[in-house]
């Protein structure tokens, strides 16, 4: 139990120090620095001008979702309700259909996701046997005037692009 | 009483009641882009008005639109409603009223009269002071204990106890003030100021009372309860303390009330520490006599500083990311053909001050302006200590505020009381 004692020098207990009033302004020069620097050119600030400057995503950001497709464009989903079992926050509703293209014998013919409910936790991505589901769209701010188009459907799930290229997607390992 | 009292008599009052309260609009503003840049962001600078942003100002004007027409709550379970009413308008009208008795100009001679430049033109001077600003502690205390909410009590308690404390540090740095200048009348105070030490340093306070400078500023940003000393607001430990409860134009006179004393403070330590109204080793009487010489410096220094001031605008005012037909290099533009179109107004002014000034009217005239300026000038500095001071130093602990106030302060008010007044004495 005694091996690991250590002991931690105490600062601050020099006359100097005690005074207060030196340390206070040594403190003061340093933001007073800050000030005068940032006031004589103001691109010196450690800012983004964000809404017309938009932030780097990286890859592995977990984004708003997006369903994925197959070459020739159809749809990877093949309804096995295992995102929707896996979610935590229950936002995925899916509605299974016939598949007539041969691929599989389902297919989603409803496929909402409620992004009020979702905590973007990428279950759904991990959970998914087919691929079909991804979080790199790269949509950081989802913000909506009502609750009513909150609720993405299929049509919007499979249009939205990829935010990056698929070699980047897999080497970012999701 | 002819005209010319008359106007006098409106003209100081309403100095004394408008610029404390068009200082909180720049107050606020220079707290929130001051802090943005001390602390390397920008603050807030995107609220214009077609596209006018003038550097972040019209955001005062967003803010009083939002707190007018939010909702004025009183809460359910507050019991005495005049009380928690009455509390943020003690705290306000007693901080625009202390403003009243400092002077901002030497007295006016104009045919004959003279006109004393506060807005109560009367003697009691520091006393009024110390009177009315003990008193705003009430509403603070006022609202904390009416707003029946455990934050409200303690951030009341806390104004309460720190008040009691950090008062007699002041009124004990005062003194050793007031044997100085044996007087308790600012404008004669201020006048004392005027005079020179050695023959080369100008007579201010901060040169007489080094030791009570210090404890008076540390005093003050205890009165205006601002930080290190903002425990009974604490947001951080007690919510915001008194005005937990305050919603809506309520809570804005706290906020206005906050910054009209700082403001206050501020003024009251230029005139007692800083020369007040002095302009550093030119007497009232030297520039009244040397009027003509004085205008023709300020002619030529006047397009000096807005050029000066207009390449700072130019480089600093504009988009700092890639963006077409920039619209703020624009903005700047405008600026600049205001700022020049008020230069060369002045100029004018002063051409035809030179050319046709025989009396000494004008000459006392315009030497109570420059006075405003510089007053104002040194009083806006001092509002740059105090928001630079709460964006450096962080809270104090509520047993160093007392430890500092009564075991630091108050021996060293005495000392500097017994030394002083030896000095006085051995003088006389």
Redesign the interface.
């Known amino acids: 139990m005694s091996a690991k004692v250590k002991t931690i020098e105490r600062k601050g207990r020099t006359f100097l120090e005690h005074l207060y ?1 030196v340390e ?1 302004f040594k ?2 020069a ?3 620095g ?2 005068f620097r ?10 983004r ?1 964000y809404p ?2 938009k932030p780097e995503i990286p890859a592995r950001w977990r984004g708003r979702h997006r369903l994925t497709t197959h070459e020739d464009g159809t749809v990877k989903c093949v309804a096995c309700f295992m995102c929707q079992t896996n979610c935590p926050s229950n936002c995925i509703m899916i509605e299974a259909g016939e598949r007539t293209d041969g691929r599989s014998e389902k297919l989603p013919v409803r496929f909402d996701i409620d992004l009020l409910e979702c905590i973007y936790c990428g279950y759904c991505v991990e959970a998914c046997p087919m691929d079909a589901i991804r979080m790199d769209t790269g949509i950081f701010s989802v913000t909506s005037y009502d609750r009513e188009s909150m609720m993405i459907g299929l049509e919007d799930l499979l249009t939205t692009p990829a935010g990056c290229s698929e070699e980047e997607y897999q080497k970012g390992g999701c | 009483m002819s005209a010319l009292d008359i106007l006098l008599v409106i003209l100081r009052i309403a100095f004394g009641a408008f610029v404390p309260l068009s200082f909180v609009a720049v107050l606020v503003w220079m707290e929130r882009r ?1 802090a ?7 603050g807030p600078n995107r609220c214009n008005v077609l596209g006018f942003r003038a550097g972040g100002l019209i955001q005062n004007i967003a803010d009083a639109v939002k707190l007018i027409f939010k909702e004025d709550i009183v809460p359910g379970h507050i019991k005495h409603k005049l009380y928690f009413i009455l509390a943020p308008t003690l705290v306000f009208i007693t901080a625009i009223l202390s403003f009243a008795m400092v002077p901002f100009a030497d007295t006016l001679v104009l045919n004959g009269k003279e006109y004393i430049m506060q807005a109560i033109p009367a003697d009691l001077g520091i006393l009024w002071f110390l009177a009315v600003v003990g008193f705003g502690v009430y509403g603070i205390i006022l609202a904390g204990w009416s707003s029946h909410n455990k934050y409200g009590v303690l951030g009341g308690l806390r104004a309460a106890a720190q008040v009691i404390s950090y008062e007699i540090p002041m009124g004990l740095a005062l003194v050793s003030l007031l044997t100085i200048y044996s007087t308790v009348n600012l404008s004669e105070m201020a006048r004392f100021q005027g005079q020179l030490l050695f023959g080369f340093i100008p007579m201010w306070g901060v040169f007489l009372q080094p030791l009570g400078v ?1 404890i008076f500023i540390v005093a003050a940003f205890a009165e205006t309860n601002r930080t290190p000393f903002d425990l009974a607001e604490g947001e951080s430990e007690i919510v915001a303390g008194f005005h937990v409860e305050y919603s809506s134009m309520k809570f804005a006179l706290f906020f206005m009330g906050e910054y009209v004393a700082m403001f206050v403070s501020s003024a009251l330590i230029v005139t007692l520490y800083f020369g007040s109204y002095q302009i550093p080793w030119f007497s009232t009487e030297t520039l009244v006599n040397h009027s003509k010489p004085v205008v023709f410096l300020l002619m030529l220094a006047m397009p000096v500083a807005a050029y000066f001031f207009n390449i ?1 605008m130019k ?2 005012n504009r ?3 890639e ?1 077409p037909n920039d619209p703020r290099v624009f903005e700047a533009q405008v600026y600049a053909a205001v700022i020049w179109s008020i230069v060369i107004f002045i100029e004018i002014i002063f051409l035809g001050f030179l050319i046709f000034s025989s009396g000494a009217g004008g000459a006392r005239i315009l030497v109570a302006l420059l006075q405003i300026a510089c007053f104002l000038f040194k009083t806006f500095l001092m509002c740059f200590v105090y928001i ?2 709460r ?3 962080p809270r104090f602990r509520y047993d160093q505020l007392q430890r500092l106030g009564w075991q630091r302060l108050l021996p060293l008010a005495l000392l500097n009381i017994f030394i002083t007044s030896a000095v006085v004495v051995s003088l006389a």
């Not at chain 1, 940032?38 to 800012?47: A, F, I, K």
């Open positions: 009033l206070v403190g003061m340093v933001t007073f800050h000030f940032n006031l004589m050119d103001n691109r010196r600030l450690y800012v001008h017309e400057v | 001051g943005g840049y001390f602390q390397d962001r920008s210090i700072w480089k600093n988009s700092q990311y963006r630079w001071v964006w450096t130093l």
